[in-house]
C-alpha cells in the first residue's frame, strides 16, 4: 500500500476518521471463524463514513488481521444505517499536489483489491447507505447482501464531475453488464444522482440477497455459510462483450454528449473507462482509473462540483435569513386560489407531504371540478406504481376538495394563490381573502415576478404576506424563492421556511425585488441572446452560442419550456423595473400574439430545423454575431446582473445565487455555481473589475 499511517495523517489531518475494526465470529455450520470487519466513524447515522488515507490504512490493517486469522471468509460491514458513502470530500477538495493526488488513488486500488484477489471469500454486508467509494468496496468483494431499508446507494462521481475512481468503472460492468452499468454510473447521475431502490440493486444483479433490517447481519452470516459450504452457488450472468457492449458505450456517448455537451471531464472519462472494462483486465483498468483520477482531482472541475455539493448538502439546510424556526405556525389546512395546472401540481405537492385538508377555489366550477380531478387522477397514477396504498390513496383524496365558497378558507392556515399573472388581478383575491380567512392565517403567493408589497399593501394586514415561489414542474425541481416584502414579519416567514422543509424543497430567502433571483437571470441572459437575433444573427447560431458550458437546455428550447407568452410577461415586467438593462424584442411580441410557441419545428427523424413562419416574422438587422460573440455578451450580462443583485441585497451572499441557479435553473453540478464560473472565466473581473468570491471561497465546506 502506498501510505503509511504517519504519511496518512500528514497528509489530511483534519480527517474524520471511519476505523475498520476486525472481529471474530463464529457461524453455525462453519469450522472456522468468520472475520467481520466493522466500519465506523464515531459518529451518528448524521455523518456517514467515508474514507480518507487515513480510513485507508486503518481497513488495510483491519484486512492484515483478517488474513491473520486464516479465517473461512471475510465480511465487511458498517456502522448501524451506514455502510460508506466514498471518500472523504472535504479531504479530497484541498489536494494541491499530483503525487498526493495519484497517491489517494492508488492507495484506494490498493486497499480494496486485496479483497477481490484474496482466495479466502469475502463478502460485503450493506447495512445501509452505500454511495461512490463505499459502493466500490462492497463491489470489490465476492459477494454482497443487501439491507432492505437501505436508502441510499448510487454512484453520484458523475455527478459532481468525476467518475468511480476506485474500481468502479471496472467492476460494475462486468458484473451487472455494460448497458446496466452505464445507467447506474452515467445515466442516473447526470439525473440529478438519482438513487437506486434496493430493489432495483437486487434485480440489476449489485447484489446476491437482501434481507430484512431486524436481524440483517445474522442472516447475511448463514446465508454467507451456505455460500462457503457450497450450498449456494450466486448466479453470475454471462457478459456479451460484442454487439452489447458496443450499444451501452454508444449510448452513455449519447447519454453525456446530449447532457454535458463534452463540458465535463469526470463524464467524458467514464464513458473511456466503461469501454476499457470491456477488456476485463484489472491491472490496465486500475492504472487508467489510477491516472484518470489523479489528473481529475488536480481540476478545477473537481473543485466546482463539490461547491455545488456543499451549497446543496451543507448550506440548503440552513438558509441565510432565515427567522427562528420556533416563531412558524403549525400548517393544518391549506387553501389554493387558482385551480389551473400549477395550482393543482402544487395542491398534489401539500396533500401529499403535509397530509392535511386541501382546498381549492376558482372562478367556475368546471374549473375547481378539473382542478380536483388532476389531483385525484395523480394519485390514482401513484397507486398503480405501487407508491402508496389503496387506504393511502384513498385517504389523500379525500382530503382534496374544491369550492367556490371562500368561506372554506375560514380555517386554513396557509392560503396561497396562483391566479392569471396581473397585479390588479391578485391584489384582488388577497382583498376577498381576508374577509374570510383568520387573522393568523399566513397568505402566499406564488408570482415569479410581482412586486408583493405592492400585491399586499391594500391589506389590513400586509405582514402576514409572503412570496412562496414554486418552479415548474413542482414535484420534480427542489428549490422553492421564499420572498420577504417590505412588512413581512417574522412569523410569517418562519411558517413560510418551516413548510418549505415539510415539503422537502430546498429554501432561499429573497429580498421582494422583479423576478427575484432565477427568472431574473434566465430573462437577462434570454433577453440578450434575443437581442442578438433581433441584430441579425441566424436563430441555429445564438441558440448553440452557450453549448460549450454544458448547460441543460439551449436559450430558446428554455423559452419553448416556459413558455413565450410567460418569458415575455416577465420581461415586461422586467423592463418596467430595469429599462436599461432589459428590453422587450418587438419580434418576441409578435411571435406571441401570433400564437407561437417555439422557433424550431421537427422532422420523422428528430431533426431541428427554425418553422418558416417565425423565420418570416422575425425581424432582423444586418449585424450578426458569432457564437463567441453571443456567448461573451450572455455571459457579461449575466456578470452585470448578478452584481447589482448583490449590491441590491436581492440574497444574502453570491453563495445564494449560485444555490438558486443550480436547484432552480439545473446550473450543472460540475460548473460549480454561476459565480466561481464567471470568476474562473475571468468574466467578473473584466465586467466589475473584481471576483465575486475571495479565493479559495468556492472550495470549502459552507456552514
Not at 464 to 470: K, L, N
Not at 665 to 681: K, N, Q, S, V
Request: contains cysteine; hydrophobic residues 45%.
Amino acid at each position: 500500500m502506498t501510505f503509511t499511517a504517519e504519511q496518512a495523517k500528514a497528509a489530511f489531518p483534519d480527517e474524520v476518521v471511519t476505523n475498520a475494526v476486525t472481529r471474530l465470529v463464529k457461524v453455525p455450520g462453519l469450522d472456522k471463524p468468520v472475520a467481520l470487519i466493522t466500519l465506523d466513524n464515531g459518529h451518528d447515522h448524521t455523518r456517514p463514513s467515508t474514507f480518507g488515507p487515513q480510513g485507508l490504512v486503518s481497513l488495510n490493517a483491519a484486512i492484515d488481521a483478517a488474513f491473520a486469522a486464516e479465517p473461512a471468509a471475510i465480511a465487511v460491514t458498517g456502522k448501524p444505517f451506514i455502510f460508506a458513502v466514498g471518500a472523504d470530500l472535504s479531504g479530497v477538495e484541498a489536494v494541491a499536489d499530483p503525487a498526493l493526488a495519484r497517491e489517494i488513488a492508488q492507495t484506494g486500488h490498493d486497499v480494496f483489491r486485496r479483497l477481490t484477489e484474496t482466495e479466502i471469500p469475502t463478502f460485503g454486508f450493506i447495512n445501509g447507505a452505500v454511495m461512490g467509494g463505499g459502493l466500490e468496496l462492497a463491489l470489490s468483494c465476492h459477494y454482497r447482501t443487501l439491507s432492505e431499508n437501505t436508502a441510499a446507494i448510487a454512484f453520484p462521481e458523475v455527478f459532481l464531475g468525476l467518475f468511480p475512481g476506485w474500481g468502479g468503472t471496472q467492476l460494475l460492468p462486468n458484473l451487472i453488464g455494460p448497458d446496466a452499468a452505464v445507467t447506474v454510473i452515467i445515466e442516473n447521475a447526470l439525473a440529478q444522482n438519482k438513487m437506486l431502490k434496493v430493489a432495483q440493486a437486487a434485480e440489476l444483479g449489485i447484489v446476491d440477497e437482501v434481507f430484512g433490517s431486524a436481524d440483517y447481519l445474522e442472516q447475511s452470516l448463514l446465508w454467507l455459510a451456505k455460500v462457503v459450504n457450497g450450498a449456494i452457488t450466486p448466479v453470475r450472468r454471462e457478459i456479451d462483450r460484442g454487439a452489447e457492449w458496443d450499444a451501452a458505450i454508444g449510448r452513455a456517448k449519447a447519454i453525456v454528449d446530449g447532457r454535458t455537451k463534452g463540458a465535463s471531464p469526470g463524464a467524458t472519462k467514464a464513458v473511456e473507462l466503461l469501454e476499457l472494462a470491456r477488456e476485463n483486465d484489472l491491472d490496465r483498468g486500475y492504472a487508467a482509473e489510477t491516472d484518470g483520477l489523479a489528473e481529475l482531482l488536480m481540476d478545477d472541475t473537481l473543485r466546482a462540483g463539490l461547491y455545488s455539493f456543499n451549497l446543496v448538502n451543507k448550506r440548503a439546510k440552513r438558509p441565510a435569513g432565515a427567522p427562528d424556526k420556533s416563531l412558524a405556525r403549525k400548517v393544518n389546512k391549506v387553501g389554493i386560489v387558482g385551480a389551473g395546472l400549477m395550482a393543482s401540481q402544487m395542491a398534489l405537492l401539500f396533500v401529499r407531504r403535509l397530509k392535511v385538508p386541501v382546498v381549492l377555489t376558482d372562478v367556475d366550477q368546471e374549473r375547481v371540478d378539473k382542478g380536483v380531478s388532476y389531483v385525484h387522477d395523480e394519485i390514482d397514477k401513484l397507486l398503480a406504481k405501487k407508491r402508496v396504498s389503496p387506504d393511502g390513496a384513498n385517504r389523500l383524496k379525500a382530503l382534496v376538495t374544491g369550492s367556490l365558497d371562500k368561506s372554506a378558507f375560514a380555517d386554513a392556515d396557509f392560503v396561497i394563490e396562483a391566479v392569471f399573472e396581473e397585479l390588479g388581478v391578485k391584489q384582488k383575491v388577497f382583498t376577498d381573502l381576508e374577509q374570510y380567512v383568520s387573522p393568523e392565517a399566513v397568505l402566499a403567493t406564488n408570482t415569479s415576478s410581482l412586486s408583493i408589497t405592492a400585491m399586499a399593501s391594500q391589506l389590513k394586514h400586509p405582514e402576514r404576506v409572503v412570496g412562496f415561489h414554486f418552479f415548474n414542474p413542482v414535484a420534480v425541481m427542489p428549490l422553492l424563492e421564499i420572498v420577504r416584502a417590505e412588512k413581512t414579519d417574522d412569523v410569517a416567514l418562519a411558517t413560510a421556511f418551516s413548510l418549505g422543509k415539510q415539503l422537502k424543497k430546498s429554501s432561499v430567502l429573497v429580498k421582494d425585488a422583479s423576478a427575484f433571483v432565477v427568472n431574473r437571470l434566465l430573462l437577462r441572459f434570454l433577453g440578450e441572446v434575443l437581442v442578438t437575433v433581433d441584430e441579425g444573427t441566424p436563430f441555429e447560431v445564438a441558440d448553440k452560442a452557450l453549448e460549450p458550458l454544458g448547460l441543460p437546455m439551449t436559450p430558446l428550447t428554455l423559452m419553448q419550456l416556459v413558455g413565450p407568452a410567460i418569458a415575455l410577461h416577465v420581461g415586461e415586467t422586467l423592463h418596467e423595473a430595469f429599462p436599461d438593462r432589459f428590453t422587450v424584442s418587438e419580434n418576441l411580441d409578435r411571435f406571441v400574439k401570433a400564437g407561437k410557441r417555439g422557433v424550431w419545428q421537427w422532422d420523422d427523424k428528430g431533426n431541428a430545423t427554425v418553422d418558416p413562419e417565425v423565420d418570416a416574422l422575425w425581424q432582423r438587422g444586418d449585424s450578426p454575431s458569432t457564437s463567441e460573440q453571443v456567448r461573451d455578451r450572455a455571459l457579461a450580462a449575466i456578470a452585470e446582473e448578478v452584481r447589482i443583485m448583490l449590491d441590491e441585497g436581492v440574497v444574502a451572499e453570491a453563495h445564494d445565487i449560485d444555490l438558486c441557479l443550480i436547484l432552480g435553473a439545473g446550473w450543472p453540478f460540475w460548473l460549480g455555481g454561476i459565480t466561481p464560473y464567471l470568476d474562473r472565466a475571468g468574466v467578473s473581473e473584466k465586467v466589475n473589475g473584481k471576483p465575486f468570491l475571495a479565493p479559495g471561497v468556492a472550495s470549502v465546506p459552507l456552514s
